[in-house]
């Protein structure tokens, strides 16, 4: 199965700030990534698909880009709303994994 | 509106069966896969398994095969997980989802979530 690493696991930041999260897979998996955010009790929300297409409705400070192996989430001005946690997800092979997640915490 | 809608929040003893559901409306339902997905206690997404509702193709996690069962009934919208005998550590949320693409893309339609709750 194609491993998920998310780096940091946790960050600390302030409104306004640029955010980069990064998701690397043990394999190249091409473009096939998804990034989501999930906030306490709720379910996940699919903000990227195909690693840097943008969901409808989903702000435009949100972008991804990459492809096979290293893939990168940005939010460019954090918002007081965007504290959640982040999740990847492959969809290159089965099992579609899910990256461990980074949480992301008011400074 | 497209949405999925989970049934109950489920408590259950060790060693029990359970069959939880996810009816999807707004959309046809046989044309996209349905996925379900494990999020223990302060923990982290799972990927359990998918269906394709149209022909019933199904693909699981190996984590989960043999563990559960997914299925679906396309006459009624109906995508369905299920566990023979439960174990406490089956605790969990547990959340079906819509494939964006026949292909992946990503996950784009999600459940409210099933919450199940093992314990003697």
């Known amino acids: 199965a194609i491993q998920l690493t998310q780096s940091p696991s946790s960050l600390s930041a302030s409104v306004g700030d640029r955010v980069t999260i990064t998701c690397r897979a043990s394999?190249?998996?091409?473009?096939?990534l998804a990034w989501y955010q999930q906030k306490p009790g709720k379910a996940p929300k699919l903000l990227i698909y195909?690693?840097?297409s943008l969901e409808s409705g989903v702000p435009s400070r949100f972008s991804g880009s990459g492809s096979g192996t290293d893939f990168t989430l940005t939010i460019s001005s954090l918002q007081p709303e965007d504290f959640a946690t982040y999740y990847c997800q492959q969809f290159n092979n089965y099992p579609l994994t899910f990256g461990p997640g980074t949480k992301v915490d008011i400074k | 509106e497209v949405q999925l809608v989970q049934s109950g929040a489920e408590v259950k003893k060790p060693g029990e069966s359970l069959k939880i559901s996810c009816k999807g409306s707004g959309y046809s339902f046989t044309s996209y896969w349905i996925g379900w997905v494990r999020q223990m206690p302060g923990k982290g997404l799972e990927w359990m398994g998918i269906i394709y509702p149209g022909d019933s193709d199904t693909r699981y996690s190996p984590s989960f095969q043999g563990q559960v069962t997914i299925s679906a009934d396309k006459s009624i919208s109906t995508a369905y997980l299920q566990w023979s005998s439960l174990k406490a550590s089956d605790t969990a949320m547990y959340y079906c989802a819509r494939l964006l693409k026949p292909d992946g893309g990503g996950m784009d339609v999600w459940g409210q979530g099933t919450t199940v709750t093992v314990s003697s």
């Open positions: 195909d690693a840097s």
């Open positions: 394999q190249g998996i091409s473009s096939a």
